[in-house]
């Protein structure tokens, strides 16, 4: 069931273009709110090398990376302290890009900020740290454009490239819920609002 302003790219994925475009001031605000107080990091993989983007969270559990692996904490490891809330300017325009996709019970308790600088990517991988694959993986994409590569369930099938711009909202769930995905590396340029960066944020229900 398509809408007019929702186009779906892939069976489960749905691109809600410019949607948080109006929304960006107001988004931007939020985040510099949260970094704040839990500031961006380039957090170690597993394999002991630190990530080229820099990441922060909101919300009552945030996604960490380090030596020991991948997972949901309740705190912030660098502060010791729970991770800020998550501002409402946030999680009801997460709400609202999932009802639109289909997903009306969404209920976000992580939301994931990813700082892009020019030359940062993101290899393919799937999220499925989650407990729960019924809820989708709501993306905003704010500031200098990113090429998203969408892959299906299979690490073996050629990645599509979707080219995400400031304000895109891309939702994916139901049989694309574990679809591999990752972000080319970044090009560099200035956006107007947001300079030389890229602010993704992804809302997931962790717990
Ligand atoms: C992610 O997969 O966590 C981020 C995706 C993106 O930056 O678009
Ligand atoms: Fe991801």
Known sequence: MARPDVVTVAAGVFLLRGFARDLDVALLQAVEEVTAISPLRHSLTPGGQAMSLAMSNCGPLGWVSSRSGYRYEARDPMTGQPWPAMPASLSDLALRAAAQAGFAHFRPDACLINQYAPGSKLSLHQDKDEADFSQPIVSV?????????????????????????HGDVLVWGGPARLAFHGVMTLSDGAHALLGRRRVNLTFRKAA
């Open 141 to 165: 994409s704010l500031g200098l454009p990113a090429v998203f590569l969408l892959g299906t369930t299979q690490r073996r099938d050629l990645p599509q490239r979707l080219r995400l711009i």
